[in-house]
């Protein structure tokens, strides 16, 4: 799993607010239930003190209870390798000794505080080889995509166009294009468009003014903004004020 995982976002979370919608499309996620009643696609009650790994899912939808709402622990990141075959794989650690041992160690660690980053990826990189058996093999995407990931994920939102990419990485932006949607299944275009609209929400919760969010993001007037949120997204920037 090397350097093929982004890890993009994580933590412990009691009672997450705005469940109804994820907007980091892209992200594939490990979930571990600690506790609570939460219904993945209103098809699959999530069992508390199991593991779930969700491959990137466009339509992901999680809802949880009112009246019993979750507490998990949670890994977004994003992968060079398409590790399912399906759409999620559900697992009991306690029939895996070391994976049990592992998941003990994290819930313990994060009923102190919380992980510094190194930390949370080097529990993410274990888990993964823990699960191993469970993975699909040889199934990497290109050199190409991955390293399309890669610098759309260590460059500034605001300055990312695929022409400018293409450059960077000095390659033909056609071949480019043609090469990230046959590994992904969406245009890199697309995929910034997803990232940005992730970042605006999360700009939003912490506070920044649309004007800011609008030049953070490369964005010429919040007008640009809202526009482009809502083609990514279908929904208004300022359901999430």
């Not at 949880?64 to 622990?73: C, E, L, R, V």
């Not at 313990?108 to 080889?129: C, H, K, M, R, T």
Request: aromatic letters at 14%; glycine letters at 4%; a negative charge.
């Amino acid at each position: 799993m090397e350097s093929s995982v982004i890890l993009k976002h994580y933590g412990r979370l009691y009672n997450p607010s705005n469940w109804g919608y994820f907007p980091n499309y892209v992200a594939n996620r490990f979930y571990y239930i600690c506790k609570g009643n939460v219904v993945y696609k209103e098809k699959l009650t999530l069992k508390p003190g199991f593991v779930y790994l969700f491959k990137a899912d466009p339509e992901f939808m999680a809802s949880q209870s009112p009246i019993d709402p979750i507490d998990h622990i949670y890994f977004d990141f994003i992968s060079s390798e398409n590790f399912l075959d399906k759409e999620y794989i559900e697992i009991d650690p306690n029939h895996y000794p070391r994976l049990n041992s592992v998941i003990k160690a994290l819930t313990f660690d994060y009923s102190l505080n919380d992980l510094p980053q190194d930390v949370a990826e080097s529990y993410l990189n274990i888990i993964f080889y823990e699960l191993k058996d469970h993975f699909v093999s040889n199934r990497m995407y290109s050199d190409l995509t991955t390293s399309v990931f890669r610098y759309i994920h260590e460059n500034p939102a605001g300055n990312l166009t695929v022409a400018g990419i293409a450059d960077a990485l000095s390659i033909n932006i056609n071949h480019l294009i043609r090469t990230f949607k046959k590994d992904t299944g969406m245009t890199p275009l697309k995929y910034i468009g997803l990232m940005k609209s992730e970042l605006a929400v999360s700009y939003i919760r912490k506070g920044h003014s649309l004007e800011d969010i609008a030049e953070l993001l490369g964005y010429s007037t919040v007008s640009a903004l809202s526009v482009a949120f809502k083609n990514v997204t279908h929904k208004n920037l300022s359901e999430f004020r």
